[in-house]
C-alpha cells in the first residue's frame, strides 16, 4: 500500500468503517511511514475538533465590557435640567452604540458558526461514498442534475484545462440548509465549491480564511453565498477561485 492509497482510507479508519483486513493494511503502512502517521494524527484532532459538542459557542463575559467601551463617557452635570436631557441624550446613543457592537459581533459569531459547518460538510465528503451524487467532468451534465432539487441554480464551470478537475456535484447542508456542493481536484487535493442562495445580498469580495488545517475562500456574488474548501494551500485556492470567477464572467 503507498501512500495515496492510505490517505484515501484514513478517514474510514478514524470512523472504524474499514473491514478487519484494510483496517490492518492501514494500520501496517502507517507503522512505517512518518507522513502517514502525522497526517493520521491531525485527522484525529481534526475530527475531535469538529465534534458538535467542541463546535458550540457561548458568548463570553468580555462581550458587556466591550460594548460599554463603545459607549460614550458620562459629561459632567451642570444643573437638574441638563443632567436629564444629558440623560436622555446619552440613553439613546448608548442604545444605538450598543445595538450596533451587539450586531457585528453575532454576525461575526454567526459567519465563524457557519465556517465551522462548511469545514464539517468538507469532511463529511471525503468519506466513502459521500463525494458526489452525480459524478461527471461535463458541466452540462452536473448543472441540469440540481434542476428541481435547489431553489436557485448553481454556477458549475469546467476547469480542467486550467489544472482543476470537475468531478460532479451532490447535495449537502450548511447552517442547515440545502446547498449545492461543486466538487473539483487539484492533484490528489479535493476541493468543495458550496453554493447557497443570498437573495438581495450584495457582492462581498473574496476573503481567504483557515479552520482546523484546511482553508477557505468565501465571496458573495449574483445572489449566491460561496465558499471554496480544500486542504490545498491558501495560495492555489486562492487561484481556484480567481479562475472559476473569471469563467463565469467571459
Given at each position: 500500500m503507498n501512500c495515496e492509497e492510505a490517505e484515501v482510507l484514513l478517514h474510514a479508519l478514524i470512523d472504524g468503517e474499514l473491514d478487519a483486513g484494510h483496517a490492518c493494511e492501514v494500520e501496517a503502512h502507517i507503522a512505517g511511514c512518518p507522513n502517514c502517521a502525522a497526517r493520521l494524527r491531525e485527522f484525529t484532532e481534526m475530527r475531535q475538533a469538529m465534534n458538535p459538542a467542541a463546535l458550540r459557542y457561548a458568548?463570553?463575559?468580555s462581550l458587556r465590557s466591550r460594548i460599554e467601551d463603545k459607549l460614550p463617557a458620562p459629561q459632567a452635570a451642570q444643573t437638574r435640567r441638563s443632567v436629564m436631557k444629558g440623560f436622555a441624550v446619552g440613553a439613546t446613543a448608548s442604545a444605538?452604540?450598543?445595538s450596533g457592537v451587539l450586531v457585528?459581533?453575532?454576525?461575526k459569531d454567526d459567519e465563524r458558526r457557519v465556517l465551522g459547518d462548511v469545514v464539517s460538510a468538507h469532511l463529511r465528503s471525503l468519506q466513502a461514498q459521500h463525494l458526489t451524487d452525480v459524478m461527471s467532468s461535463d458541466q452540462h451534465t452536473v448543472k441540469p442534475w440540481f434542476n428541481g432539487r435547489l431553489d436557485v441554480a448553481p454556477p458549475v464551470v469546467d476547469l480542467t484545462a486550467l489544472g482543476f478537475t470537475l468531478l460532479g456535484g451532490r447535495l449537502d447542508y450548511v447552517d442547515a440548509k440545502p446547498v449545492a456542493a461543486i466538487v473539483y481536484r487539484r492533484r490528489v487535493h479535493v476541493i468543495n465549491l458550496f453554493c447557497a442562495p443570498a437573495p438581495g445580498a450584495a457582492t462581498r469580495r473574496a476573503v481567504m480564511e483557515s479552520l482546523q488545517g484546511f482553508n477557505v475562500r468565501r465571496w458573495t456574488e449574483n445572489g449566491l453565498n460561496l465558499w471554496a474548501v480544500s486542504d490545498l494551500g491558501a495560495e492555489e485556492l486562492?487561484?481556484?477561485?480567481?479562475?472559476f470567477e473569471a469563467a463565469l464572467r467571459s
Open positions: 458568548a463570553p463575559a444605538l452604540a450598543a457585528m459581533v453575532m454576525r486562492s487561484e481556484f477561485g480567481d479562475k
